[in-house]
T-cell receptor
Framework: GPKVLQIPSHQIIDMGQMVTLNCDPV?????FYWYKQILGQQMEFLVN????????KSKLFKDQFSVERPDGSYFTLKIQPTALEDSAVYFC????????????FGPGTRLTVL | GDSVTQTEGLVTVTEGLPVKLNCTYQ???????FFWYVQYLNEAPQVLLR?????KRTEHQGFHATLHKSSSSFHLQKSSAQLSDSALYYC?????????????FGEGTQVTVIS
């Protein structure tokens, strides 16, 4: 089936540095999402993105977070500056529609902030 | 707020025996859909089943689930577990009437099938 790719699979950085997580969504999809999963906890919604804009964001989507998808390239999540509590696995997803449509997930990027 | 609860964190089942994973929810959304996602080791979560119709059984790959709004449940079942069913299973709720498309996930159930 359709694949969502995430680059890198692992990232280790020092607290205070900037990090960009990259997602290559399914090619004809229009809606894009980021979810965060802290070790041992459930996956939680961060943000969704459509037509160049953030549609909705959760309380977890702090001011240090930003998303973009310039010119149909990677859908990115940038964290600047990073904090220890940002350590988690970040999953990207995409879907063709909003309603009952399936969201296709990537395998996740494991971010470790030291 | 909205929440999804999966009561079993770990389930071990013998090959050929039935398996049932519980999923209950609380929501204020008026229109909802439910998904079971399965995540094999080192792979991306993928949809196993989905439903938005009350009391209608949905099936895929030998698994089945029925949304029961009266009991706020969407349990996943299989009559005969296979070794290849060993994976992490997530139940997820979606608001189909809003603008976010947000999925609310349960904590996940790790299933191990033994021979």
């Amino acid at each position: 089936g359709p694949k969502v790719l995430q680059i890198p699979s692992h990232q280790i950085i020092d607290m205070g540095q900037m990090v960009t997580l990259n997602c290559d969504p399914v090619s004809n999809h229009l809606y894009f999402y980021w979810y965060k999963q802290i070790l041992g906890q459930q996956m939680e919604f961060l943000v969704n993105f459509y037509n160049g804009k953030v549609m909705e964001k959760s309380k977890l989507f702090k001011d240090q977070f930003s998303v973009e998808r310039p010119d149909g390239s990677y859908f990115t999540l940038k964290i600047q500056p990073t904090a220890l509590e940002d350590s988690a696995v970040y999953f990207c997803a995409s879907s063709l529609k909003l309603d009952y449509a399936e969201q296709f997930f990537g395998p996740g990027t494991r971010l470790t902030v030291l | 707020g909205d929440s999804v609860t999966q009561t079993e964190g770990l389930v071990t089942v013998t090959e050929g025996l039935p398996v049932k994973l519980n999923c209950t929810y609380q929501t204020t959304y008026l229109t909802i859909a439910f998904f079971w996602y399965v995540q094999y080791l080192n792979e991306a979560p993928q949809v196993l089943l989905r439903s938005s119709t009350d009391n209608k059984r949905t099936e895929h790959q030998g698994f089945h689930a029925t949304l029961h709004k009266s009991s706020s449940s969407f349990h996943l079942q299989k009559s005969s577990a296979q070794l290849s069913d060993s994976a992490l299973y997530y139940c997820a709720l979606k608001d189909t009437g809003g603008l976010s498309g947000k999925l609310t996930f349960g904590e996940g159930t790790q299933v191990t099938v033994i021979s």
